[in-house]
């Protein structure tokens, strides 16, 4: 089960997908000098893509569900288990996005599909 901080705040149909860690580097050249010199500036981080479905019982607990995955967008930093178990230390909520459209199932349930994008530190 994904969770961060140690809270299931990803609702159902959750899928993630994390890049590949970033690393800089600077190339250098001499003039006379046959070759390139490359120096390691070390790693930039990745992000993870969260996507999946908040849901409520009614309107008041699919509000207090956004509010949950909203009071994590507080820049510090937390560990997160993604789908596939793999465990990330140092991860900021950096964007939540709730996309269109918000719906209300006949028995009252409000749901609406998300995207949430995290930074790896």
Known sequence: MATFDGSNIFGAAVSMATGDVERESQVNSFFGVSGTEVLDGGQRGTQTIATGVLAGVDQSAFNSAVALVRSYKDGAAYTLVD?????????????FNLKPPRRQASNGVVFQPYQIVFEHL
């Open 83 to 95: 789908t596939a178990g793999v465990t990330w230390a140092n991860v900021r909520l950096a964007a």
